[in-house]
């Protein structure tokens, strides 16, 4: 018994470590290493400028996507993800290590991957191997290497997104709608999950209330 707990709970470090060893070694290859300056800080300028009590960046930005209004430059993509900088550009500024953040949010995600897997499929088996699938086998490795404004969006995204997928399995309606809102907060489309989170949630409910009370 104690073999087989720990064999499952192991996973939830191997599954992230193994990810992050496969990004590692695209780095090698890419020259993309976390430590490196992220020029595409959007998210970042954006919570910086939030300290300040500015909507707006407060200059232009030519190599980033910006919208502008009124002579000023604000960052053009939903804003959920400069929400998560906010304590670190308290801490470190513009310096941020935005893609240190991004491989993080890949660490959890692949996590919940796993805890979403086991809860729907009602078995432990062959978790790691279709994990491992839906990150290295998908454009997900391709927009894990870095926290460029894209790329961070969308692992946020993936990541919250999961983990509203997973609460909506255990029946915690609250807890899954909130963060399928901070989802849809990094990439609109995602509202189109909302049917499948109340389906997963229904679903549970009649478990939970066979004769319907």
Request: net charge positive; glycine share 6%; charged share 15%.
């Amino acid at each position: 018994m104690m073999k087989q707990w720990k064999k499952t709970e192991l996973s939830y470090a191997i599954v992230p470590l193994s990810i992050l060893a496969v990004i590692w070694v695209v780095a090698a290859f890419t020259g993309m290493w976390p430590w490196k300056e992220n020029p595409y800080n959007s998210y970042t300028l954006q919570a910086c400028a939030w300290l300040e009590g500015r909507l707006d960046l407060g200059q232009d930005y030519p190599w980033l996507e910006l919208a502008v209004y009124g002579g000023k430059y604000y960052v053009s993509f939903p804003p959920f993800p400069s929400v998560l900088m906010l304590p670190f550009a308290c801490i470190f500024g513009k310096n941020t290590p935005d893609h240190f953040i991004a491989l993080f949010v890949i660490g959890i995600g692949s996590v919940y991957a796993v805890k979403l897997y086991r809860k729907l499929m009602k078995t432990t088996e062959q978790a790691e191997f279709y994990v491992f699938f839906l990150y290295l086998a998908s454009g997900m490795l391709f927009v894990s290497v870095n926290g460029y404004v894209w790329f961070i969006a969308q692992n946020l995204c993936f990541t919250l997104s999961l983990m509203a997928l997973f609460y909506a399995a255990e029946g915690k309606a609250g807890c899954s709608l909130a963060l399928w809102a901070c989802a849809v907060g990094c990439r609109p489309m995602v509202a189109l999950y909302l049917p499948l989170l109340l389906y997963l949630l229904w679903k549970k409910w009649q478990k939970q209330n066979p004769e319907g009370t």
